[in-house]
């Protein structure tokens, strides 16, 4: 895909390709939508998290609230999206042993309980070890520290996801 077929889209179709850039959030990619043209993909980039970035907290924690537990009853339901399906199964998410599902499952249920939204992480930038280790280190955060890092890890997966839909290296974004 190039920003010429991008800016061609018509608003069904841009939401249809571009709606879970950010999990579950089809509104963000219609909100973007409208300030089209793009200039490039970084230019695209920019507007999802400007987008973003002007939410009030109350709207940054929905958007988070959309992401599901890493490891967490979706995976295990099967009911995640395909994106997050590949991003889990990629850290190896998809082959813990019981012991360790239970283990993610204690702490995910510690840091929503804290936080009140999900532990957001891009997992597909690390491996299954790194997952229960940083989420047990985040759970001592500051609310105001998490929300900014748990919205920086939103960024980073729709970088990704981005740079999956324009088949380019996420390194030269």
Same mark, same amino acid.
């Given at each position: ?9 018509? #608003?069904? +179709?841009?939401?249809?390709? %571009? ?5 579950? &959030? ?21 507007? #999802? ?17 959309? =992401? ?25 998410? @998809?082959?813990?042993? *019981?012991?360790? /599902? ?14 009140? %939204?999900?532990?957001?992480? *891009? ?12 989420? *047990?280190?985040?759970? =001592? &955060?500051?609310?105001?520290? +998490?929300?900014? @890092?748990? $919205? ?5 997966? &729709?970088? $990704? /996801?981005?740079?999956?839909?324009? /088949? ?6």
């Amino acid at each position: 895909m190039d920003i010429e077929k991008v800016n061609s889209m018509d #608003f069904g +179709e841009f939401v249809d390709v %571009f709606g879970n850039v950010i999990e579950r &959030c089809p509104l963000i990619a219609a909100a973007v939508w409208s300030q089209r043209p793009f200039s490039g993909l970084e230019d695209l980039e920019k507007r #999802f998290f400007a987008f973003v970035d002007a939410l009030p907290q109350s709207g940054q924690e929905g958007i988070l609230r959309c =992401h599901p537990d890493l490891a967490g009853r979706e995976l295990q339901r099967g009911t995640l999206t395909p994106e997050s399906q590949r991003e889990q199964a990629g850290a190896g998410l @998809t082959s813990l042993g *019981a012991g360790e /599902r239970l283990r993610l499952a204690d702490l995910n249920a510690q840091y929503r309980a804290r936080f009140g %939204f999900p532990f957001v992480l *891009a997992a597909r930038l690390g491996d299954r070890a790194a997952v229960p280790r940083e989420l *047990a280190r985040r759970l =001592h &955060c500051p609310p105001a520290q +998490e929300l900014r @890092t748990a $919205l920086g890890e939103v960024k980073k997966i &729709c970088r $990704l /996801r981005l740079a999956d839909l324009f /088949r380019v290296d996420p390194a030269r974004l």
